[in-house]
Antibody, heavy 119, light 107 residues
Framework: EVQLVESGGDLVQPGGSLRLSCVGS????????MTWVRQAPERGLEWVSY????????YYTDSVKGRFTISRDNAKNSLDLQMNSLRAEDTAVYYC????????????WGKGTTVTVSS | DIQMTQSPSTLSASVGDRVTITCRAS??????LAWYQQKPGKAPKLLIY???SLESGVPSRFSGSGSGTEFTLTISSLQPDDFATYYC?????????FGQGTKVDIK
């Protein structure tokens, strides 16, 4: 079964840091680009970051540039999102998602991990 | 950034109804558009990609059409499992952006 499982979500104070992880199984992780998408409470979906299969192409939405870093370890089938200088507006469920083929839409999603930024 | 606008924001319908949701882009995205379904507390599920291609395993009552700046998602005969929120997403250019969502609820 193709599966993505996120972890690392927590309650953190403004200005703090958090590292999210996602582990893929049931498919050849190293051949797929991956993304992080978030959803603030009672809000819509927001694409956050993208990494190509070989880590040579990285993209970020403007609001997280300079604060978040996406990375992956294909040997461990894992995807990470290092989040620094967290703000209240970063509070959301963070989904790890697989990118289909050479495009930028997501065909497999994890169940999400919750990040709450609050004092 | 390309802005995606869905209409309506909420749609009340009955089982068996034909339902149409519209998604408009602020500039052309060619056919690089996807549709997702999301139920409360669950992750989104891919329904349609490249504007009109049905994802494997998705019922054929779902269909997509359009190109350029205007797109539609149609459910030919609404089923109880289809009450959910639907999002369009453009992947023509980064940052990839979603519509605000259309909630389909029971009339």
């Amino acid at each position: 079964e193709v599966q993505l499982v996120e972890s690392g979500g927590d309650l953190v104070q403004p200005g703090g840091s958090l590292r999210l992880s996602c582990v893929g199984s049931g498919f050849t992780f190293s051949t797929y680009s991956m993304t992080w998408v978030r959803q603030a409470p009672e809000r819509g979906l927001e694409w956050v970051s993208y990494i190509s299969s070989g880590s040579n192409t990285l993209y970020y939405t403007d609001s997280v540039k300079g604060r978040f870093t996406i990375s992956r370890d294909n040997a461990k089938n894992s995807l990470d999102l290092q989040m620094n200088s967290l703000r209240a507006e970063d509070t959301a469920v963070y989904y790890c998602a697989r990118v289909k083929g050479s495009y930028a839409f997501m065909d497999v999603w994890g169940k999400g991990t919750t990040v709450t930024v609050s004092s | 950034d390309i802005q995606m606008t869905q209409s309506p924001s909420t749609l009340s319908a009955s089982v068996g109804d034909r339902v149409t949701i519209t998604c408009r882009a602020s500039q052309s995205v060619s056919s690089w558009l996807a549709w997702y379904q999301q139920k409360p507390g669950k992750a989104p599920k891919l329904l349609i990609y490249k504007a009109s291609s049905l994802e494997s395993g998705v019922p054929s009552r779902f269909s997509g059409s359009g190109s350029g700046t205007e797109f539609t998602l149609t459910i030919s005969s609404l089923q109880p499992d289809d009450f959910a929120t639907y999002y369009c997403q453009q992947y023509n250019s980064s940052p990839w952006t979603f519509g605000q969502g259309t909630k389909v609820d029971i009339k």
